[in-house]
């Protein structure tokens, strides 16, 4: 459905703006009046990362007048792979200056807040009531479900954006017109079930093909030009090369912008979408080694069976020595409880823990009582007991 401007027009473009947006004005559909609503905007980017990086750039590019950035993290290498708004020079720099310095490359006509923080319930009522339009890229489920709510609370709509391997997802959200992120979502996954980018992996150039949708959105939001993704999930596979549309109405039972809803301000997020499940807490909770200590039964010749339930192409990349494989699928299953000794001591490990703890708690309930994790995983390894092998 088509919806009326977002924002009102700047008073004019300077002659050295009307040169820069020149292709803009020609397009009968944008023009004058349609890049002076992008001079007037107020963006804000909720991540400077796979999905940041492609936004931003074009964002900027379009001629948005301020752009914010939302970002705690810095930059490493492995981001580098898909993350083009940072280059080989900014390893180790602040992500959210890092794309300050790109952008004012690009546009030195743009205004760009950053802020160097962590998004949470506490602080982005006020960061978002800044923007007129938010555009996320997240890539973990507490966060999203903490933009949707909010920008329900605020009457403030959103371009969101997912990746994943080789598929990507693409929608509006704005509770005033059309359903929320909760209408087509109303529960987030169970822990563990839906893998991260950084368990799973991502197609580089997918977060070209998804943060370009997610701009073009915000440009058809921000002029009220063409039809928004509003009510529609736009769905990107890479492998086959299509392009398909899923409906999504408004839920009257939505908890935060149905008829009668039931989330009326903000929640523990993390808590919501159980980061970790219960049981894997609760197995985690006396039964965590660290990497040190695992070297030492290593080094003692410990009666220990060492087994990494992550995926085999990450055991290609990095492994801790003497440790078998087995993914975590496989003990989710019942496949792999017949192969466990019983003679000695199970130690689990994954990436960071997190898969590890839900496997322990799968073979606490099994019977193997003495079985531990290593908290921090492999990377935690590799940052403390040998440096000079690879992490990603």
Aim: glycine share 8%; aromatic share 6%.
């Amino acid at each position: 459905m088509s919806l009326p401007p977002l924002v009102e027009p700047a008073a004019e473009l300077t002659v050295d703006e009307v040169r820069r947006y020149s292709r803009h004005l020609i397009i009968p559909d944008v023009g004058m009046d349609g890049q002076k609503r992008l001079k007037n905007a107020k963006v804000l980017a909720v991540g400077a990362g796979g999905l940041g990086s492609p936004a931003l750039m074009y964002l900027a590019a379009a001629g948005v007048g301020t752009l914010g950035i939302v970002e705690f993290d810095v930059v490493d290498e492995s981001n580098l792979q898909r993350q083009i708004i940072h280059s080989q020079a900014d390893i180790g720099k602040s992500k959210a200056l890092s794309a300050k310095e790109t952008v004012q490359g690009i546009n030195p006509y743009v205004q760009v807040n950053i802020h160097e923080e962590r998004l949470d319930s506490s602080n982005v009522l006020e960061l978002f009531a800044q923007y007129d339009l938010i555009v996320d890229g997240t890539d973990n489920f507490a966060t999203r479900y903490l933009v949707n709510d909010a920008c329900v609370l605020l009457n403030k709509p959103y371009v969101w954006g997912s990746i994943y391997r080789f598929d990507g997802q693409a929608s509006v959200f704005w509770s005033e017109h059309g359903p929320c992120y909760r209408c087509l979502y109303p529960e987030p996954p169970p822990p563990g079930m839906v893998p991260s980018c950084a368990e799973g992996g991502v197609l580089g150039v997918l977060c070209a093909s998804i943060g370009s949708i997610q701009v073009t959105e915000a440009i058809k939001v921000l002029t009220g030009t063409g039809e928004p993704l509003v009510g529609r999930l736009m769905i990107y596979d890479a492998l086959e090369m299509t392009y398909r549309q899923v409906k999504v109405r408004k839920d009257p039972g939505c908890a935060v912008c149905g008829e009668n809803p039931t989330v009326t301000e903000l929640i523990d997020y993390e808590a919501f979408c159980g980061v970790v499940s219960d049981e894997a807490q609760a197995a985690a909770k006396d039964s965590t080694i660290t990497p040190r200590q695992l070297k030492e039964w290593i080094d003692s010749d410990e009666k220990i069976d060492i087994i990494d339930v992550r995926e085999p192409n990450e055991y290609e990349i990095v492994s801790i020595p003497g440790a078998r494989l087995i993914p975590k699928n496989e003990f989710l299953l019942g496949n792999a409880l017949s192969d466990l000794p019983q003679d000695r001591r199970i130690v689990l490990h994954c990436k960071t823990g997190v898969r590890s703890a839900e496997v322990l708690a799968v073979l606490k309930d099994a019977g193997f009582s003495d079985a531990v994790h290593v908290g921090g995983g492999v990377i935690g390894w590799v940052n403390q007991i040998e440096p000079e092998k690879p992490v990603y």
